[in-house]
């Protein structure tokens, strides 16, 4: 019970983390070179995280703890790239972004609430409790992915 | 005096911090993504961070702060992801990078030093210790592009 009660709190903890300082870009194409590169490094720790909660790959306490903490900076990052003018050139970003910003930012910062949930148990260094926020994670990757990113 | 002390602390806290989990990738692309992706974002929070140390952009305290936490970690990032096999395809990495191992780690951590130390500076709140920070950078970013990174 406990041990239940300090994780919703670590993961309030998470979640109330402010949204980063927004980096101004020069060109479009920067921007969605930023956003791309965080999504895809979030990806990648997070995907390492997921293997240790399928039990695809043997559970690092340590190894966990860092990728939490990855993940939880960096998915704060990618949101405020998307600005106007950049739904143009190498990106699969859908024109809903722009045109449904309401519905984007939810997503979004659903996205970010979650993942603050899971590297908030990542961080207790229990597998039990890992594989328990990742198995309770209702797709809010998917989910945005779905919605707002056009397919190969 | 008391101030120079507790920056030189906060820098050996910051480059004190260790090497991050590695992930694991499954092909050498997703590898070379990953590392210009983290690249990426650690060079567009620097840069954020370099407008505020030269004037081009007003400081901005709790921006600035931010922007050090994205440096200080991001940094660690991208070099355990420089495997063997990831020389080929969409990069600029020369080499050199697996001719001369050891001369490449020691200039990546001369980086992450470097940034650990802009990073402190600018989380302690002053524009003249970011400014100091800043020019004292003896150019280990640009020094590892030099002698690794392939030209455009």
């Given at each position: 019970?406990?041990?239940?009660?300090?994780?919703?709190?670590?993961?309030?903890?998470?979640?109330?983390?402010?949204?980063?300082?927004?980096?101004?870009?020069?060109?479009?194409?920067?921007?969605?070179?930023y956003r791309q590169g965080a999504l895809r490094v979030m990806g990648a720790h997070y995907g390492a995280l997921g293997a240790m909660a399928t039990g695809k790959a043997p559970f690092d306490a340590t190894a966990a703890s860092r990728h939490?903490?990855?993940?939880?900076?960096?998915?704060?990052?990618?949101?405020?790239?998307?600005?106007?003018?950049?739904?143009?050139?190498?990106?699969?970003?859908?024109?809903?972004?722009?045109?449904?910003e309401a519905k984007f930012k939810q997503a979004h910062e659903r996205a970010v609430s979650e993942v603050g949930k899971i590297a908030a148990a990542a961080k207790t260094g229990s597998l039990d409790n890992l594989k328990a926020a990742w198995g309770s994670n209702s797709g809010s990757c998917k989910n945005c992915h779905d919605n707002f990113r056009k397919d190969q």
């Open positions: 019970m406990r041990l239940i009660a300090s994780l919703t709190l670590a993961a309030a903890a998470a979640v109330a983390v402010p949204a980063l300082a927004q980096v101004s870009f020069q060109k479009p194409e920067d921007a969605i070179k939490a903490d990855v993940i939880q900076l960096v998915s704060t990052l990618p949101w405020s790239a998307f600005t106007p003018g950049t739904d143009k050139g190498e990106t699969r970003a859908k024109p809903e972004i722009w045109q449904e």
